[in-house]
């Protein structure tokens, strides 16, 4: 009766682990969106409420990555509070809810290139779309494992730090290298934590295997580069 009982209590919590998983990681996503309102103030934020000069793609756009950096904040207070169902309603609201995300995404990232052509930017935002893709269905992949699905989740956010630090003049990285910092940051941070490796090495594998390829056509490859520019815009 007793060995029944010490194996019962050995099982891990599935809730316990989600709630370890994702405790403090609100706080990462707050400083983002600080950083993303900071970053778009003079641009968009402080326009507010008349928003001159802003058509309606724009303000859908900027209202889907909102609600999506609401989300990551919202989504870990819910864990750590044990609301574990609201959590996954949610969750599965991003199933359609992403798809629009993304739509929007490549519609602002077609509207700007229209508007002036920029092949460095048009790579950028491949990168950008394509990361976030990646991180996000690892994410859904991963949601019945909490510790990889919730460091997926941060990933997430990649996408959106880059286009906020290349409108502060303060901060000039070249796009691409703010991810691999934040990776290898993260990678550091488990060395001497929780030591969860796997998620941030298959995203730092990913995301090389995406601005490498980027890079070299930027530097070597700028003809292919226009001849893809030209298949989607031209």
Not at 126 to 152: E, K, Q, T
């Amino acid at each position: 009766m007793e060995r029944g009982v010490s194996v019962v209590s050995a099982k891990p919590n599935c809730s316990a682990i989600m709630e370890k998983a994702y405790r403090n990681v609100s706080y990462l996503f707050g400083a983002v969106l600080l950083l993303v309102f900071v970053a778009f103030y003079k641009t968009y934020f402080g326009l507010f409420p008349q928003f001159t000069g802003i058509h309606g793609l724009i303000h859908s756009h900027a209202i889907t990555v909102l609600l999506w950096l609401l989300l990551l904040i919202i989504q870990p207070i819910l864990i750590v509070r044990k609301q574990v169902a609201l959590h996954r309603v949610l969750g599965k609201a991003t199933y359609g809810f992403v798809p629009v995300m993304v739509i929007l995404l490549v519609l602002v990232a077609r509207s700007g290139q229209l508007h002036q052509k920029d092949l460095g930017v048009f790579l950028v935002n491949i990168l950008d779309v394509s990361l976030f893709v990646a991180f996000y269905g690892l994410a859904i992949a991963y949601r019945h494992h909490p510790a990889y699905h919730a460091r997926f989740m941060v990933m997430t956010i990649l996408p959106f730090i880059s286009p906020a630090l290349g409108r502060l003049p303060q901060i000039p990285l070249p796009p691409g290298i703010p991810y691999l910092l934040i990776v290898a940051g993260l990678l550091l941070y488990e060395r001497f934590h929780r030591k969860v490796y796997k998620p941030y090495l298959i995203s730092l594998g990913i995301s090389l295997g995406l601005f490498l390829p980027l890079l070299g056509l930027f530097l070597f490859g700028m003809p292919l580069v226009e001849q893809l520019w030209q298949v989607c815009f031209g």
